[in-house]
């Protein structure tokens, strides 16, 4: 009985690894937000700078979407604002977020460290989201560096070579800065996406800066100070939005500020925001649902014991029917 049994038992366990299959399972998530200065004041509602909010954006919006204080790093520069509105309701956004390396302390040498950190911790099924803010330039109309108020500037390929010290299932890089596109091109890679909010050789990548405080559906999508693409990009994701979804969003956007700052409209269009996709990843992906990456090292491996309990199981049945005809044949 039991011999008969084992067959359909297998079968059934098969069945159940393939409707919960392992190669889409993910284990943790990060992410890493940085602003490294507060030089960006804008003449909004209460003289917010945009850089500092930027970051209380996404922070925020992540903590919404579930992900823990011990998944975030925060660095924030905000030596200038002890009050940071960035939607412009009248509550004080740093109330509450929990901030992990601030003001004089956000170097590239204490990123450098923080990344050290999260690639210590990371285990190779995890996924990451790393978010830069800040001012940005080129050198030779090629390479890019990231700013920082204190201690220098960080290029792209030494950027690249930290990024490369982290060993995970798949990494979301984020880049709100001029020349982003420029910087992006070191970091492209297989389970990355990478989403620069301006082109190659673009020194244009506009921010939340006009004098008239926006209302309505404005100010919905651009809250009190932010970034023009950034700024509704987050609040697409907050919503639910997959990051491909919230890149188009963002892009759709960025024609409305066009319409609300027509001085700067021909400079708006021009930064013209990049993303990267690698061909193995889905366009599926939202923070709380991985980028779905459909093999890995650790994925085969998953493929293969099912294929064996498949094997495993026909063999057994066979067995099981030969040896039932030899007793048919002696009795």
């Known amino acids: 009985m039991n011999k008969v049994i084992l067959p359909f038992l297998c079968i059934f366990m098969t069945i159940i690894m393939a409707s919960n299959p392992i190669v ?65 309701d009248g509550h004080n956004d740093l109330q509450g977020a929990v901030i992990d390396v601030e003001n004089e302390y956000v170097t590239k040498e204490r990123l450098h460290e923080e990344m050290r950190n999260l690639a210590s911790i990371i285990d190779p099924n995890d996924e990451l989201i790393v978010y830069l803010i800040d001012h940005g330039e080129h050198d030779n109309k090629s390479s890019a560096s990231l700013l920082f108020e204190v201690g220098g500037s960080l290029g792209e390929e030494e950027f690249a070579e930290w990024l490369n010290e982290i060993r995970c299932r798949e990494i979301v890089v984020l880049l709100d800065f001029c020349n982003s596109g420029n910087f992006a091109s070191s970091l492209i890679g297989p389970g990355r996406i990478i989403v620069a ?3 190659d050789n673009n020194d244009a990548e506009y921010y939340w800066e006009s004098a008239t405080i926006l209302k309505g559906t404005n100010k919905e999508v651009f809250g009190n100070s932010g970034s023009i693409f950034f700024h509704p990009f987050w609040k697409k994701i907050g919503e639910g939005g997959t990051i491909k979804e919230a890149y188009e969003y963002g892009r759709s956007q960025m024609q409305r500020w066009a319409i609300i700052d027509p001085e700067d409209r ?48 026909i063999w057994v049945f066979r067995r099981l029917v030969s040896r039932k005809k030899v007793m048919t044949k002696v009795s």
Not at 295 to 309: E, G
Request: glycine share 4%; hydrophobic share 45%.
């Open 197 to 199: 909010s301006a082109a």
């Open 266 to 313: 021909d400079n708006i269009i021009y930064q013209d925001p990049q993303i990267f996709i690698p061909p193995e990843a889905s366009v599926t992906h939202s923070p709380t649902e991985g980028l779905s990456i459909p093999v890995t090292s650790m994925h085969a491996f998953s493929l293969v014991i099912l294929i064996v309990i498949i094997l495993f199981t």
């Open 24 to 88: 889409d399972a993910h284990d943790d998530r990060f992410a890493l937000i940085i602003s490294t200065s507060d030089n960006f004041v804008c003449a909004n509602a209460y003289g917010v700078d945009s850089f500092s909010a930027q970051a209380l954006q996404a922070y925020w919006i992540l903590k919404d979407l579930g992900y823990s204080d011990d998944e975030i790093v925060l660095m924030l520069y905000h030596v200038n604002d002890d009050f940071i509105d960035m939607d412009g």
